[in-house]
């Protein structure tokens, strides 16, 4: 149990198909992020959220991307008119304490053919 | 230069010998490090803190040095299940965002 459940694990979508991911805390956390992670490379930033506000978005995350977080508990990821470049496992995270580290849910895979 | 930079490895150790990493980072403002841990195809896991004092945690060692802006992991003593992605994270306290080495790949080899 990472304290982060995202949904769904694994997802192929035929590219121009949008596609919709979602990060659950277990607890109440303030500051939630998404990450994106190609193969042989390490996570990279795409945005965070402070309670319900997006504070942060890397230039990674094209117009295509967009993420809220209605609540300030739950978030999602929907990317739009998917291309083959999208594909890579998209991380959520939150921080665990001050002065500590983060925790990482366990992804969610995507493949575009 | 990039925030976060490892060798990526492969680094292929026979099991039982000790193993180190370096990763060296260009914001001189970072204030928080740590090593992760990531297996093939599975989310990154917290190994642990780094610290200018140093962090020793059984056969894993950890240190800081802020002059020269590199973080280290020592491995004493390899195991076949310490096979992995050691990950390099620096944290710059503006926004608590972190920033990730690519990552180096660790073979122990029986």
């Known amino acids: 149990d990472t304290g982060v459940s995202q949904d769904p694990r694994h997802k192929i979508t035929k590219r121009g198909q949008n596609v919709t991911f979602r990060c659950d805390p277990i607890s109440e956390h303030n500051r939630l992020y998404w990450y994106r992670q190609t193969l042989g490379q390490g996570p990279e930033f795409l945005t965070y959220?402070?309670?319900?506000?997006?504070?942060?978005k890397s230039r990674l995350l094209s117009d295509r991307f967009s993420a809220e977080r209605p609540k300030g508990s739950f978030s999602t990821l929907e990317i739009q008119r998917t291309e083959q470049g999208d594909s890579a496992m998209y991380l959520c995270a939150l921080r665990v304490g001050t002065g500590t580290g983060y925790t990482f849910g366990s992804g969610t895979r995507l493949t575009v053919v | 230069r990039k925030e976060v930079e490892q060798d990526p490895g492969p680094f292929n150790v026979p099991e039982g010998a000790t193993v180190a990493f370096n990763c060296t980072y260009s914001?001189?403002?970072?204030?928080?490090f740590f090593w992760y841990r990531q297996d093939c195809r599975k989310e990154p896991k917290l190994l642990m803190s780094v610290y200018s004092s140093g962090n020793e945690d059984g056969r894993f060692t950890a240190q800081l040095n802020r002059a020269s802006q590199y973080i280290s992991l020592l491995i004493r003593d390899s195991k076949l299940s310490d096979s992995a992605t050691y990950l390099c994270v620096v944290i710059q306290n503006r926004d608590d965002k972190i920033i990730f080495g690519k990552g180096t790949r660790l073979h122990i080899l029986p």
């Open positions: 914001n001189s403002a970072s204030q928080s």
């Open positions: 959220f402070q309670n319900e506000a997006q504070l942060e």
